[in-house]
């Protein structure tokens, strides 16, 4: 049996490697040998064992299958792992369970012992390779910020554009812009975040990535400085940005501004069910809310026979209480 892993980075990895020409390449091998095979296959880093889910699949079928000869073919050993500790154990996996580890076609026999020194040394280098990688990637991250040209592929109400000389142009994306001029409007005049997430649900948009939307996506987005055509440099100051156009017509300090005077929309909540016949708290929950500051907020998920409701009942700042959607109705809470 043939045991084929496939491994890249990520989908934009550029080597003479991809996903397709690694399975090629096994199914080749397996029907040359004359046996047959299973691929385990997926887009993940090679830092840890762990946090891939096809490489343990992989490894417990070594563990569990009866197959007389069991033979694991890569493309290269970096595939396998770019871990010291990680090549360690493969190691001795594959000697205990007397697997034949094919590199390319090439058999890589683990019981010599120079076999096993050159295994080492590679994974040694393959280690490092990954993590001078790492910091490349740091400081030209670092360098960008700083010139306020870092990109966020996933950021809403931008698309962008190759140019022949293959270099990245970005544009501001009307279709996802007006999703966020919504957004920043109904913040400013009240509308809290998970209303805002509701809505635009109710109206069937989407994220950047096809999901819905949750309250967290629209605190996210109102921290953006892109959308006001600013950028964080390495340290946190903003600074110009050089990728981002502005989207808001309106300056940073302006919305921060409107944020602080905004006075949230907030009295009234969505009410789950209520009993007709009574706005009235039950004893147990005007113990819950005595003494409680403005701002407590008391959800009820239960209805009980005796006419109590069930939904959220919040204090206002006037130290009333609110419930319900849509009125003014107040919940009658006798020494709280």
Not at 100 to 116: F, H, I, M, P, T
Not at 289 to 307: A, D, E
Request: aromatic share 12%; net charge positive.
């Amino acid at each position: 049996m043939v045991f084929g892993y496939v491994r890249v980075s990520s989908e934009f990895q550029r080597d003479n490697w991809s996903t397709d020409v690694q399975r090629e390449k096994i199914v080749a091998f397996a029907k040359k040998i004359g046996e047959p095979f299973r691929l385990y296959d997926e887009v993940k880093s090679g830092k840890n064992i762990e946090a891939r889910p096809e490489f343990q699949r992989l490894l417990e079928d070594l563990e569990n299958d009866s197959y007389e000869t069991k033979k694991v073919w890569v493309v290269e050993q970096t595939r396998l792992t770019r871990n010291v500790t990680d090549a360690d154990f493969v190691c001795k996996l594959f000697q205990r369970l007397g697997v034949l580890l094919y590199v390319n076609d090439a058999l890589v026999d683990l019981s010599v012992a120079g076999n096993r020194l050159v295994y080492g040394l590679q994974s040694v280098v393959a280690a490092h390779e990954r993590e001078q990688t790492g910091e490349r990637i740091s400081r030209s991250k670092k360098e960008a910020a700083d010139k306020g040209a870092l990109i966020h592929s996933a950021l809403l109400g931008y698309r962008f554009e190759g140019n022949k000389d293959r270099s990245i142009r970005w544009f501001i994306d009307e279709s996802e812009a007006k999703i966020v001029r919504k957004i920043f409007k109904d913040y400013l005049n009240g509308i809290s975040v998970n209303q805002i997430a509701s809505e635009l649900n109710r109206l069937g948009y989407k994220t950047k990535r096809g999901h819905s939307y949750q309250s967290p996506t629209i605190a996210k987005i109102l921290n953006h400085p892109y959308y006001f055509g600013l950028a964080f440099d390495s340290e946190g100051n903003l600074i110009p940005s050089k990728i981002y156009e502005p989207i808001l017509g309106y300056s940073r300090d302006n919305f921060l501004v409107a944020r602080a005077a905004r006075k949230p929309k907030a009295d009234k909540f969505k009410f789950v069910k209520q009993h007709a016949s009574s706005y009235g708290c039950p004893s147990w929950m005007v113990k819950r809310l005595r003494g409680q500051s403005p701002g407590f907020i008391l959800r009820v998920r239960s209805v009980t026979r005796n006419g109590t409701w069930s939904g959220t009942i919040k204090r206002h700042y006037s130290g009333e209480f609110f419930l319900g959607q849509g009125d003014d109705r107040k919940a009658t809470v006798v020494g709280a």
